[in-house]
Protein backbone atom coordinates (compact mmCIF):
# COMPACT_ATOMS: atom_id res chain seq x y z
CA UNK A 1 0.00 0.00 0.00
CA UNK A 2 1.25 3.29 -1.23
CA UNK A 3 1.78 6.23 1.71
CA UNK A 4 3.07 9.48 2.19
CA UNK A 5 3.24 10.75 5.68
CA UNK A 6 4.30 14.50 6.06
CA UNK A 7 5.75 16.09 8.89
CA UNK A 8 7.84 18.99 10.37
CA UNK A 9 5.34 21.44 9.84
CA UNK A 10 4.37 24.38 12.58
CA UNK A 11 3.70 27.67 13.25
CA UNK A 12 6.80 30.16 12.82
CA UNK A 13 7.22 33.76 12.62
CA UNK A 14 8.30 35.72 9.78
CA UNK A 15 12.05 35.25 8.53
CA UNK A 16 11.76 32.00 10.29
CA UNK A 17 12.45 28.71 9.00
CA UNK A 18 11.05 25.17 8.66
CA UNK A 19 12.32 22.05 7.51
CA UNK A 20 9.03 19.65 5.96
CA UNK A 21 9.68 16.00 5.57
CA UNK A 22 8.13 13.36 3.50
CA UNK A 23 8.50 9.50 4.00
CA UNK A 24 7.27 7.15 1.60
CA UNK A 25 6.54 3.48 1.58
CA UNK A 26 5.11 0.64 -0.38
CA UNK A 27 6.75 1.62 -3.74
CA UNK A 28 10.48 1.96 -4.92
CA UNK A 29 10.91 5.37 -3.87
CA UNK A 30 14.33 5.84 -5.48
CA UNK A 31 12.68 5.15 -8.81
CA UNK A 32 9.90 8.37 -8.18
CA UNK A 33 10.22 11.83 -8.47
CA UNK A 34 9.20 13.57 -5.38
CA UNK A 35 7.03 17.11 -5.75
CA UNK A 36 6.02 19.45 -2.93
CA UNK A 37 2.43 21.27 -3.52
CA UNK A 38 0.69 23.80 -1.21
CA UNK A 39 -3.19 24.80 -1.08
CA UNK A 40 -3.73 28.23 1.13
CA UNK A 41 -7.23 28.64 2.25
CA UNK A 42 -9.62 29.92 -0.72
CA UNK A 43 -6.25 29.34 -2.57
CA UNK A 44 -6.38 26.33 -5.42
CA UNK A 45 -3.18 23.76 -4.89
CA UNK A 46 0.11 25.46 -6.25
CA UNK A 47 3.55 23.54 -7.02
CA UNK A 48 6.28 24.68 -4.99
CA UNK A 49 9.57 22.36 -5.75
CA UNK A 50 10.02 19.04 -7.51
CA UNK A 51 13.45 16.75 -7.76
CA UNK A 52 14.07 14.12 -9.85
CA UNK A 53 15.02 10.71 -9.58
CA UNK A 54 16.90 8.20 -8.64
CA UNK A 55 19.24 10.95 -7.61
CA UNK A 56 18.17 14.39 -7.34
CA UNK A 57 19.88 15.70 -9.67
CA UNK A 58 17.39 17.68 -11.60
CA UNK A 59 15.18 20.55 -9.12
CA UNK A 60 12.70 23.06 -10.20
CA UNK A 61 11.39 25.35 -8.07
CA UNK A 62 8.17 27.72 -8.39
CA UNK A 63 8.97 31.40 -8.41
CA UNK A 64 7.78 32.24 -5.54
CA UNK A 65 9.66 30.20 -3.22
CA UNK A 66 13.24 30.25 -5.50
CA UNK A 67 15.97 31.35 -3.38
CA UNK A 68 14.49 30.51 -0.21
CA UNK A 69 13.17 26.96 -0.31
CA UNK A 70 15.43 23.90 -1.04
CA UNK A 71 14.32 20.01 -1.53
CA UNK A 72 16.13 17.26 -1.36
CA UNK A 73 16.11 13.52 -0.91
CA UNK A 74 17.55 10.49 0.84
CA UNK A 75 17.10 7.47 -0.79
CA UNK A 76 17.95 5.42 2.13
CA UNK A 77 15.33 7.12 4.21
CA UNK A 78 12.64 7.15 1.60
CA UNK A 79 12.42 10.68 2.25
CA UNK A 80 12.39 13.74 0.83
CA UNK A 81 12.63 17.06 2.47
CA UNK A 82 11.58 21.06 2.20
CA UNK A 83 14.18 23.14 4.17
CA UNK A 84 11.79 26.20 3.98
CA UNK A 85 13.98 29.53 4.74
CA UNK A 86 13.29 33.35 5.14
CA UNK A 87 9.22 32.36 5.55
CA UNK A 88 6.86 35.01 5.00
CA UNK A 89 3.15 34.74 5.75
CA UNK A 90 2.24 33.80 2.03
CA UNK A 91 3.64 30.83 2.39
CA UNK A 92 0.90 30.02 4.88
CA UNK A 93 -0.88 26.50 3.81
CA UNK A 94 -1.20 23.10 4.23
CA UNK A 95 1.95 21.47 2.43
CA UNK A 96 1.25 18.26 0.20
CA UNK A 97 3.88 15.29 -1.13
CA UNK A 98 3.53 13.90 -4.40
CA UNK A 99 4.93 10.63 -5.31
CA UNK A 100 5.12 10.47 -9.23
CA UNK A 101 5.93 7.83 -12.03
CA UNK A 102 4.90 7.44 -15.54
CA UNK A 103 5.75 4.12 -15.79
CA UNK A 104 4.70 2.06 -13.63
CA UNK A 105 2.26 4.73 -13.41
CA UNK A 106 2.13 6.10 -9.93
CA UNK A 107 0.45 9.34 -8.19
CA UNK A 108 0.42 9.46 -4.36
CA UNK A 109 -0.56 11.68 -2.40
CA UNK A 110 0.38 12.23 1.62
CA UNK A 111 -2.55 14.03 3.88
CA UNK A 112 -0.43 17.30 4.36
CA UNK A 113 1.08 19.17 7.06
CA UNK A 114 -0.01 22.83 8.00
CA UNK A 115 2.79 25.69 8.02
CA UNK A 116 1.86 28.83 9.97
CA UNK A 117 3.58 32.35 9.24
CA UNK A 118 2.85 34.56 11.83
CA UNK A 119 3.94 37.27 14.33
Known amino acids: QVELVESGGGLVQPGGSLRLSCTAS????????MRWYRQAPGKEREFVAT?????????TYAGSVKGRFTISRDNTQNTVYLQMNSLKPEDTAMYYC???????????WGQGTQVTISS
Open 98 to 108: NAHRPFPRLDA
Open 26 to 33: GFTFKTSG
Open 51 to 59: ISAPDGSTK
